[in-house]
T-cell receptor
């Protein structure tokens, strides 16, 4: 089945540590996105990528980094510079066309030890 | 400044009755609107959408209405079922200056359908 796979489902970070969240899709979508969700909040855009080897900052990119070396993969690194990393992280992808919905993975819950 | 607002954090409805979830937006450049349903610890699932050239779109028990002049959209669920209990996010899309379409999300409305 086609879809978006995020791993791990739960992740713990120690102070000063970088952690990487995985996102893989087999939908052949060009565009991929990373969002952060905090309790009682909507989804806020961290980074997005429209094409391989290209990505753009979203609204809250500070303390995060991404890469897009393959069409299927868009990993997110939460660096030690992100002072409040505890959140639910969601990856999404979308096909071509302005009227296509984004499809989401099941998310990664990141917590601080 | 919130461009997409869902002013009701929660809504309770009896099973079999109509659920109406509301959403307001401020950016007149938005041209595509979506509703997502989300269960705890899962990703949002696309529910239904509407483009700005329409004022209504229906899919089974779900209907979305768009009032462009009021910058308001609503999701109607008829009849409501206990399995509809979830958080519903309204989202709006428009062409960004970076050459892509971005989604802007509201904060969500938690719907509880009471058996």
């Amino acid at each position: 089945d086609g879809g978006i796979t995020q791993s791990p489902k739960y992740l713990f970070r120690k102070e000063g540590q970088n952690v990487t969240l995985s996102c893989e899709q087999n939908l052949n979508h060009d565009a991929m996105y990373w969002y952060r969700q905090d309790p009682g909040q909507g989804l806020r855009l961290i980074y997005y990528s429209q094409i391989v080897n290209d990505f753009q900052k979203g609204d809250i990119a500070e303390g995060y980094s991404v890469s897009r070396e393959k069409k299927e993969s868009f990993p997110l690194t939460v660096t030690s510079a992100q002072k409040n990393p505890t959140a639910f992280y969601l990856c999404a992808s979308v096909g071509q066309g302005w009227d296509q919905p984004q499809h989401f993975g099941d998310g990664t819950r990141l917590s601080i030890l | 400044d919130q461009q997409v607002k869902q002013n009701s954090p929660s809504l309770s409805v009896q099973e079999g009755r109509i659920s109406i979830l509301n959403c307001d937006y401020t950016n007149s450049m938005f041209d595509y609107f979506l509703w997502y349903k989300k269960y705890p610890a899962e990703g949002p699932t696309f529910l239904i959408s509407i483009s700005s050239i329409k004022d209504k779109n229906e899919d089974g028990r779900f209907t979305v209405f768009l009032n462009k002049s009021a910058k308001h959209l609503s999701l109607h669920i008829v009849p409501s079922q206990p399995g509809d209990s979830a958080v519903y996010f309204c989202a709006a899309s428009g062409f960004s200056g970076a050459g892509s379409y971005q989604l802007t999300f509201g904060k969500g409305t938690k719907l509880s359908v009471i058996p």
